[in-house]
């Protein structure tokens, strides 16, 4: 089950790591922050948040099974990238991992939060429709 006020942020650049982690613990959220991918799967083997901000350099920078790793876990908790560079490798690697989200850095704060909230939303509806085609319904 998905922890929705948890969000997870992976970003290698601190000072934008820092300025997520604020807005977002502004709006609300439990955040835990990352500073590679491979400390990101390990906290995802154990807690599974409401949503990932995953900063995209940090894929470029992993191996293709670490990235296998983290798109497989994207069936089960949304994720959103963000990217210093807007450029076509940069929008595969997001649509390859099923993002909910794609922002270019600097980030608007206002639809970054406006993003998290649709996908803890939508993930929440969907995790809620799963449950239901599990329930088994007696009828006397």
């Given amino acids: 089950m998905n922890n929705v006020n948890v ?26 922050e990352f500073t590679s991918v491979e400390d990101l799967l390990v906290a995802l083997r154990f807690d599974m948040p409401g949503c990932v901000v995953l900063e995209v350099r940090m894929l470029r920078l992993s191996d ?20 210093a560079d807007d450029d076509p490798q940069s929008r595969r690697i997001a649509l390859k991992m099923s993002a909910e989200g794609y922002f270019r850095k600097p980030i608007d704060g206002t639809a970054l939060l406006d993003a998290i909230e649709w996908a803890l939303q939508s993930s929440d509806s969907l995790e809620s429709n799963q449950n239901d085609d599990n329930t088994i319904v007696s009828q006397s």
């Fill in 64 to 83: 293709k099974e670490l990235q296998a790793e983290l798109s497989a876990c994207s069936a089960h908790v949304p994720i959103i990238i963000v990217s």
């Fill in 7 to 32: 969000v997870f942020v992976a970003d290698s650049d601190q000072s934008a790591r820092t300025g997520l982690v604020r807005l977002l613990r502004v709006a609300g959220y439990d955040i835990r």
